[in-house]
């Protein structure tokens, strides 16, 4: 049994048109609506079209009537309008700013920012009540990390490096003035012992006058 047929005459520039918005478009829905229409004008049956494009029969019907009444106008790509963002826009520079300016501009005695802390946070201010995924997407969104990068060693002043150095070489010391001349220590990972010459790794100047009294010259 032959289906229905749709009978539509394209004009040279109509058939273009198609032709050009099923190689162009990236939405597969207006490609597939074009499409349609070409094959109606082929002379192929509905239920054909409907299966080559994995629709409803009907679906092939209001696409053909839409475009031999309005054209390419007639074939809208709505979109769903999704979910209401759960937290306003307007509360978007403040959240920022809090960001930006840590706990400490809020008050509060933390070092860094969490996801949940700053979810909590908003909670106390307005009563907004969101999750820690939905405020690491609202982040995400508005190109605000809540965490401080990590401190490295190699990037941090070389006056305060030295400072920790000779507290630590001086800990070391009097760790092994203490200590009996016949006990085995390790510093800075060589095994000492009383009896030799304490070995420190790259004292500062400061310190070497403290090292000499134990034998480092």
């Known amino acids: ?5 749709y009978r539509i005459i394209l004009t040279a520039s109509q ?8 190689k162009s478009t990236p939405d597969r829905r207006l490609r ?10 082929r002379g192929r049956a509905r239920h054909e079209m409907a299966q080559d494009l994995g629709i409803h029969r009907t679906t092939v019907r209001l696409w053909v009537q839409s475009y031999r009444q309005y054209g390419l106008a007639g074939f809208p790509i709505q979109w769903a309008p999704g ?11 403040r959240i920022v700013a809090w960001v930006k300016g840590g706990p400490a ?3 509060l005695q933390r070092a860094n920012w969490t996801y949940a802390e700053l979810a909590a946070y908003l909670y106390q201010q307005t009563g907004i009540i969101v999750s820690e995924t939905t405020m690491r997407g609202f982040c995400y969104r508005h190109q605000s990390r809540p965490y401080r990068p990590t401190y490295r060693y190699l990037r941090g002043n070389p ?12 800990f070391q010391l009097r760790l092994i003035h203490k ?8 510093v800075n990972g ?28």
């Open 179 to 186: 200590r009996s001349p016949f006990d085995k220590l390790r």
């Open 159 to 170: 006056q305060r490096q030295a400072q920790a150095r000779d507290e630590l070489y001086g």
């Open 83 to 93: 979910l209401q963002p759960r937290i306003p826009e307007e509360w978007a520079p």
């Open 15 to 22: 058939e273009q048109e198609l032709e050009q918005g099923v």
């Open 105 to 107: 501009s809020c008050g």
């Open 190 to 217: 060589e095994k000492l012992s009383g009896q030799g010459t304490p070995f420190v790794l790259n004292p500062s100047p400061l310190l070497r006058t403290g090292l000499s009294k134990y034998g480092r010259r």
């Open 1 to 5: 049994m032959v289906g229905k047929r």
């Open 32 to 41: 597939a609506r074009c499409q349609a229409v070409l094959m109606a004008a």
